[in-house]
């Protein structure tokens, strides 16, 4: 059976190598590691692409390939890695790097890789949860791997995709300003997953499909859970109330549900799977940190128009999911280097963004165009919390409105959306 499976999969492989794909923005960082003896271990949400990636990092080399996704393996109850080491070189011949797709499926994987990065292999593995990325991770492969990170795609590969090409000229003319707006609205609410952006299958009823399976295949199953309609209600909920605080006791309250433990350990579960994240307030003192109200994202826009019951797009929050999770694209940790804050007068900041020990930058996200009450509003949080914080470089992100506001020396600059989208991955 794993002959025919080994077999099978050498096929697939060869087949989906002579198709083109969307460029990542992860490639030239991926590519500096390719010859190192890390393992390179590339995580993300299912369907985000990371399979494509790997396979695009291998392409001009020999490769063994192996899915632990597959099906038949699941029915047949586990399997012997000296049998499947034996029936890929079998296939493969002197071959010693090997991409291992869905590592996490495979009980004791880290043992097992291990002894194959003693031997020498060169690694590349693929994994559906975050939590590969810390405990088993720093446990067994300490100092020994590489985590790269695939999310749905950013707006760059989004017009990639979409053959969308854009230039300074090109976005000052009304008309390709026009068509550009409008592929930012689908991106808004449509989101990035590689299905729906490249083959624009039908967004609502593909991403809830998703949704609901990678709850229960990546939560329900994986971590045993009896109660599976529980966290079902509990992802429903928070992606309905995606950009918004939220506290375990009023979960409990909502859901109807006994012990915070377990909402707890739920939550985790479905950050651990790529579904949400969760986002502390920003406080020099830890215990303000944990006791404050957390904000609640999903990991793409798309998840939010598949799941939330909305009577119309609120596209202010939206844009603020959007932006969160395009600065974790761009490698900003949540709770480590981004947050959310309260001013002293109880304004609320969007996103503290740090480098280091260092407040580097305060977002606010606004989709409204700017009248002076909103104007007011968002100018007096940002210059507030820029006092308290010491930081000069103060942002608002609009939907297309590009302006300066200036007082006593420090100014808060507008900017559309679709320019910091995009100005950032250039000088990436």
Known sequence: MLKDIVSNQK????????????????????????????IKVILG????????????????????????????????GGIATNELMKELHAAYGQVKTVLFD??????????FVNRLHREGYNLVLTGSNAHLLSKELATHLTGRHMPIEILPFDFSEFLRAKKFQISEEYSALPQQRGELLNLMENYLVNGGFPEVAVNNVDPKDYLEVLFDALVFKDVVKRHRVKFSTQVANLGGHLINNFANLYTIRKILEILNLKSASTIEKYIKYLEEAYLIFSLLRYSPKSIQRIKSPRKVYAVDNGFITAKAIQHSPDKGKLMENLVFTELVKRGVKPNRDLFYYKTRNDREIDFVVKNGIDVTELIQVCYESINSDVEQRETKALFEAGGELRVKKLTVLTWDEKRAVEKDGVTIHFKPLWEWLLEETKTA
Do not use: C, H
């Open 45 to 76: 949400p299912r369907r985000a692409g990371k399979s494509v990636f790997s396979l695009m990092l291998l392409k001009d080399r020999p490769f063994m390939y192996f899915n632990f996704d597959d099906e038949v393996l699941s029915s047949a």
């Open 11 to 38: 096929l697939q492989k060869e087949q989906l190598l002579t198709l083109s794909y969307i460029g990542r923005a992860k490639e030239p960082f991926a590519k500096k590691w390719l010859d190192s003896n890390l």
């Open 102 to 111: 869905e590592i996490q499926n495979l009980a004791g994987w880290e043992l």
